[in-house]
């Protein structure tokens, strides 16, 4: 019975059991599209990544990302949190890897303590900021549970982002209302309906400003259709989101960073370092970073 090792991290985080956990299986090949679908839903994670060799020698590997239901063209806590597993396991890692994956290629930099030790990873998104349709008011407070009065509009309505994978963003009036969101199941399949494109993509992504300082951001989000009813720390979007607010923000040449936390109310805190670039010439580009911490090892059969 073939077996293979895997690894488990908490990403976007400095303590254990804390942040988002991650599976990863450092050398995935042999395993079928159905056995890696199968293992990701028996590890019950947000995701769970699969590294394999890459199909150009240049690139260090190509990293498959499997939520419990479906396979991800990019996702951020899996590059990070399989950058770090790497990198540790390398003995001497380069400062960068270069991923393969559906969305295009991730380039992943290694993150070092004070003392030199491995932290984390920073990823660089592999597509600039695109947005889609707009998402009406009422639709986002149904899904979240809150009222009408509870979704700002003033800096952005809600839309639909992406730098590799899509989110519907909206703005929350608060951090308490933000609080308050509660999914609901019935709302989500009734968007999902309604907008036939995002059916099986249909993740909101909430957001508020923490009130007295500027750059710093609390944040949920919510995934019910996709097996995820709330996640602790999502990068790709909190990417997305940063690469949102960079591109309204005024000014055509701006290099901005943003502290977002989520997964507070879950009881799971992350603290995720998200920066977007805008230029006048050009596209939005967005990374993500933080830390990581190891927590299981161990080996499957299938």
């Not at 806590?77 to 960068?96: K, S």
């Not at 607010?245 to 040449?253: E, F, K, Q, V, W």
């Amino acid at each position: 019975m073939p077996a293979y090792d895997f690894v488990t991290v908490n990403v976007f985080t400095d303590q254990r059991f804390r942040g988002n956990p991650l599976a990863v299986i450092p050398d995935a090949a042999g395993l079928t599209d159905t056995q890696m679908q199968a293992i990701a839903a028996e590890f019950n994670l947000s995701e769970t990544t699969f590294v394999l060799p890459p199909d150009d020698p240049r690139h260090h590997a190509r990293v498959r990302i499997f939520t419990r239901t479906a396979e991800m063209p990019f996702a951020g806590h899996p590059n990070v949190g399989t950058g770090f597993v790497l990198a540790t396991m390398a003995g001497d890692p380069p400062e960068h890897y270069s991923f393969e994956q559906i969305a295009g290629l991730v380039r992943v930099h290694i993150l070092r303590d004070t003392t030199g030790a491995i932290s984390g990873a920073r990823v660089a998104a592999p597509r600039s900021l695109s947005i889609d349709i707009g998402i009406p008011v009422e639709v986002i407070a149904a899904c979240a549970g809150l009222a009408g009065s509870d979704i700002a509009t003033l800096c952005h309505t809600p839309l639909v982002a992406s730098v590799g994978t899509s989110f519907v963003i909206a703005e929350v009036a608060s951090v308490e209302a933000l609080s308050r969101a509660a999914p609901d199941l019935a709302a989500f399949r009734a968007a999902a309906e309604r907008f036939p494109h995002l059916a099986g993509h249909f993740a909101l992504h909430l957001y508020a400003w923490i009130p007295g300082d500027e750059r710093r951001i609390r944040a949920r989000m919510f995934a019910p259709l996709g097996g995820t009813f709330e996640d602790p720390a999502t990068g790709s979007a909190n990417a997305a989101l940063a690469a949102l607010l960079t591109s309204i923000a005024p000014g055509d040449n701006l290099d901005l960073q943003y502290a977002i936390e989520q997964g507070v109310e879950m009881g799971r805190p992350s603290l995720i370092i998200a920066s977007a670039v805008k230029t006048g010439e050009g596209p939005v580009s967005a990374s993500v970073a933080g830390s990581c911490v190891p927590v299981m090892r161990g080996t499957l059969q299938v």
